[in-house]
């Protein structure tokens, strides 16, 4: 079954600090893997997209990294700042019918 | 380029009830989504529309939630008679054809 899973399902760290957000697919055939910031009481946001020949992409202070072979992704963000507060979404298409398995999120809380 | 709009923005309303969810995507996207998003869950889609034909709506509880995109344009999402189950953040997101989904605020229901 292609499933989607995120861990931790929550996170809290102080202001500066960095972290880093984990995701396991089954997804299978795999076609991308992206992630989506979702800030409270808004709709989510790409952030990064990888396909199968990338194993990391950047974009401003949030690292996505992509290993295809053990099926895993991880998104590093530097440096937090308090506006990191939000959930972060790991999203995968499956190649045949191009299907979007979500994950549930992770809840992240940058504390002053 | 103005975003994907959705109204209302809150509503709550009894069960057995009906209500109806308006969206407006991007210009020029001829994909358009309605995703459920249960409170500590990833989007769960509900159905998937091309112009104005349906492409996916396998998880649409058919019996209940009803959707329309007569021009190709604008769509609503209805849904009759409501249940306590179905409060949820009801988000609308479009696309150019396979690309990267725009989502709206979404309209958060609260059925009682």
């Known amino acids: 079954k292609n499933q989607v899973e995120q861990s931790p399902q929550s996170l809290i760290i102080l202001e500066g600090k960095n972290c880093t957000l984990q995701?396991?697919?089954?997804?299978?055939?795999?076609?991308?893997l992206r992630w989506y910031k979702q800030d409270t009481g808004r709709g989510p946001v790409s952030l990064t997209i990888?396909?199968?020949s990338e194993n990391t992409k950047s974009n401003g202070r949030y690292t996505a990294t992509l290993d295809a072979d053990t099926k895993q992704s991880s998104l590093h963000i530097t440096a937090s700042q308090l506006s990191d507060s939000a959930s972060y979404i790991c999203?995968?298409?499956?190649?045949?019918?191009?299907?979007?398995?979500w994950g549930a999120g992770t809840k992240l809380i940058i504390k002053p | 380029e103005a975003g994907v709009a959705q109204s209302p923005r809150y509503k709550i309303i009894e069960k057995r009830q009906s209500v109806a969810f308006w969206c407006n995507p991007i210009?020029?996207?001829?994909?358009l989504y309605w995703y459920q998003q249960i409170l500590g869950q990833g989007p769960k889609l509900l159905i998937q529309?091309?112009?104005?034909?349906?492409?996916?709506d396998s998880q649409l509880p058919k019996d209940r939630f009803s959707a329309e995109r007569l021009k190709g344009v604008d769509s609503t999402l209805k849904i009759q008679p409501a249940k306590l189950e179905d409060s949820a953040v009801y988000l609308c997101?479009?696309?150019?054809?396979?690309?990267?989904?725009?989502f709206g605020p979404g309209t958060r229901l609260t059925v009682t």
């Open positions: 997101a479009s696309s150019l054809d396979w690309g990267e989904q725009y």
């Open positions: 210009s020029g996207h001829a994909t």
């Open positions: 529309f091309q112009n104005n034909g349906v492409v996916d």
């Open positions: 995701c396991n697919y089954t997804v299978s055939p795999f076609s991308n």
């Open positions: 990888m396909t199968f």
């Open positions: 999203v995968v298409r499956e190649d045949s019918n191009y299907q979007l398995i």
